[in-house]
């Protein structure tokens, strides 16, 4: 069963442009919902993340959008740099579960310069 | 300590063949995860521990998988009688127990090819 459904499956942007990922989940019972970041070669690193208190969180250059009624929330990068090119992964974990993550398929994004 | 630290970072096996991947965490942190990931899919959970005790296995860890973390610092995760399925990129990661929900610091992986 796949808690957690992640869109695009790939994503090509030009240098300077806006990244859009969604993701939407299922388990109404997901209360932290973080983005991490995978380059070739290493493992992920945890970007950003958001719980269902706040609709919207901003660090930098990246915004988590949450939407509680439609269980989903997406990834935006402003001004995307070719260094952002990686892959990224939403994903979701629930009180009682020890921090235990469900992570969607993960968005491959390409930024060209 | 930098980060979470994975040994060994490639292994290749024949099919039947024991492997076993060892994880060493951040140091303060008391829970440990272990998660496989394979080519263009995101991470799957497998087990964790909080400190020594092992408190929940993925219905995906086979009687052919243990994990081990003796005395709540390092952790082992052995695969015995490989098969070709069982190639993917294995990762562990490290977090603080104290909260419900937060960063989990992952490690490079180790990454098992069964021929």
């Known amino acids: 069963q796949q808690q957690v459904k992640q869109s695009p499956q790939s994503l090509i942007v030009q240098k300077g442009g806006i990244s859009i990922i969604n993701c939407a989940y299922e388990?109404?019972?997901?209360?932290?919902f973080p983005w991490y970041q995978q380059f070739p070669g290493k493992g992920p690193a945890l970007l950003i993340a958001?719980?269902?208190?706040?609709s919207e969180k901003k660090e930098g250059r990246f915004t988590i959008s949450f939407n509680k009624s439609a269980k989903q929330f997406s990834l935006h990068i402003m001004d995307s740099q070719p260094g952002d090119s990686a892959t990224y992964f939403c994903?979701?974990?629930?009180?009682?579960?020890?921090?235990?993550?469900?992570f969607g398929e993960g968005t491959q994004l390409t930024v060209n310069p | 300590d930098t980060g979470v630290s994975q040994n060994p970072r490639h292994k290749i096996t024949k099919r039947g063949q024991n492997v076993t991947f060892r994880c060493d965490p951040i140091?303060?942190?008391?829970?440990l995860y272990w998660y496989r990931q394979t080519l263009g899919q995101g991470p799957e959970f497998l087990t964790y521990?909080?400190?020594?005790?092992?408190?929940?296995k993925s219905r995906l860890l086979s009687d052919r998988f243990s994990a081990e973390r003796p005395k709540g610092s390092f952790s082992t995760l052995e695969i015995q009688r490989t098969e070709q399925g069982d190639s993917a990129m294995y990762l562990c990661?490290?977090?603080?127990?104290?909260?419900?929900?937060?960063?989990?610091?992952f490690g490079e992986g180790s990454r098992l090819t069964v021929l």
């Open positions: 990661a490290s977090s603080f127990g104290d909260r419900e929900t937060g960063e989990l610091f």
């Open positions: 388990n109404t019972a997901f209360d932290y």
């Open positions: 958001i719980r269902p208190d706040v």
């Open positions: 994903a979701a974990s629930k009180r009682g579960s020890g921090s235990r993550l469900t």
């Open positions: 140091s303060e942190h008391n829970r």
């Open positions: 521990f909080q400190n020594e005790a092992q408190l929940e």
